[in-house]
């Protein structure tokens, strides 16, 4: 049986609405200067913002759960909106996915969402699930940073034309400290990139060696789509038999976990089958801990070192400014080799 097309939504052009949701943290008091700082960036940049009634914080989520996924929903299926981006992730997204439907998603005109963190959690089964290209990129609260050489803006990513290449690599250059300081400068828009250094190959016995591989993106947060893989919101079998016959290239974004809690999350997702398609993965670059000298590279090893792929670590696809805004579902090709840190996708 032929592999069913990818989906991608209409190229943003100014003018189109996009709606802003929360479908699991909110924004504080203190930080709302910043969420109206990135509304604005988005409007001086053209488009129409739809802000929706759950972007507020009452406690850790923005809402009930049946609130936040009708408006995620109604959002979705607007026609008049054409994109999608929530202020950032939170921690427990994953209680909303049983109140999606899926189908009609999947009915509708496909709208561009983009994130990262546990806005995994719901974008990630949306393109596993429906076929329907995602931007696993940067959230509304980083969207006012001018984005380094090789990186691309998600707005600049969401309006690319149809069929298009879209060419980013490594700046070399990332943040070793925290997070910028929203309430005491809501307006900052240059990123910190003190931290010198790019990719590293981990898979044994290859570690110096030249990579090149390629695929059909799908990306997600270990933290949050490790509790989904082999389900019937994380099937990457079906994925792969589906749309994916060539393979897929695995992006792994680890946020906070220490380097025993991915090492085991990481075998339960092998063990689970998501690993099964993959022909090489991408591991993000991650001040996460590590207990006793075991290092987070050493963790991704000791799960998926047996899985005879390439491995690259260090990416700028996680919780460590810059990040790449990639599309889940793209063709995806990545050429790690002396200078070269490249991953180049098309949107076909």
Known sequence: MAAMPIRYPAPL????RIGVTSPSSGVSDALWGRFAYA??????????????????????????REARADELMSMLLDPSIRAVVPPWGGETGIDLLDLLDLDAVSAAEPTWCVGFSDTSTWLTPLTLTTGIATIHGQNLMDTPFAVPDGILHWVDVASAAAGAELRQHSPGRHRTGG???YAGNPTVSEMTLEGRGTWTRIDPGHEDEPASFSGRLVAGCVETVSFLAGGRFSDMGAFARDHAPEGVVVLLDISEWSSYDICRALHAMRLRGWF?????????????PEPHGFTQHAAVVDALGMLGVPILADVECGHVQPFLALVQGATTSVVHDGDLHDVTQRLS
């Open 179 to 181: 997070w910028d300081d």
């Open 39 to 64: 509304v604005q960036c988005l409007r001086d940049r053209g488009f129409e913002i739809v802000v929706g009634e759950l972007n507020h914080a009452p406690t850790h989520v923005s809402g009930p």
């Open 13 to 16: 052009r100014p003018g189109d």
């Open 276 to 288: 099964d398609a993959a022909t090489g993965v991408l591991v993000s670059r991650t001040h996460a």
